[in-house]
Nanobody, 124 residues
Framework: QAQLVESGGGLVQPGGSLRLSCAAS?????????MGWYRQAPGKQRDLVAT???????NYADSVKGRFTISRDNARNTLYLQMNSLKPEDTAIYYC?????????????????WGQGTQVTVSS
């Protein structure tokens, strides 16, 4: 019905920047609702990085405030994460999450999706 595909991860030196993208695709998507980025470092739980509502209200983890910016393009069903001043402790797999309004056989359904993840490594 739908899927989320992340891109933009990679290897960057401390202090550098990366921009992650997450595109929602599928013929049944009516609209994208709340969206967010999460990350999981080796041996640790998956943690929230930032979220954004359909209206543009944002929320950030304290560890990334002032360095990361979450944004979205509703017309393209795409989510972004601009990451600046990256630190080694930002190294993790970054996952996109979204609530999507899906056209069902009768009416609509709100369904939650996860992307496959993209690796971000911050190292000199």
């Amino acid at each position: 019905q739908a899927q989320l595909v992340e891109s933009g991860g990679g290897l960057v030196q401390p202090g550098g920047s990366l921009r992650l993208s997450c595109a929602a695709s599928g013929r049944s998507i009516v609209s994208t609702l709340g969206m967010g980025w999460y990350r999981q470092a080796p041996g640790k739980q998956r943690d929230l990085v930032a979220t954004i509502t359909s209206g543009g209200t944002t929320n950030y983890a304290d560890s990334v405030k002032g360095r990361f910016t979450i944004s979205r393009d509703n017309a393209r069903n795409t989510l972004y994460l601009q990451m600046n001043s990256l630190k080694p402790e930002d190294t993790a797999i970054y996952y996109c999450n979204a609530d999507l309004l899906i056209a069902a056989a009768v009416g609509y359904r709100n369904m939650n999706y996860w992307g496959q993840g993209t690796q971000v490594t911050v190292s000199s």
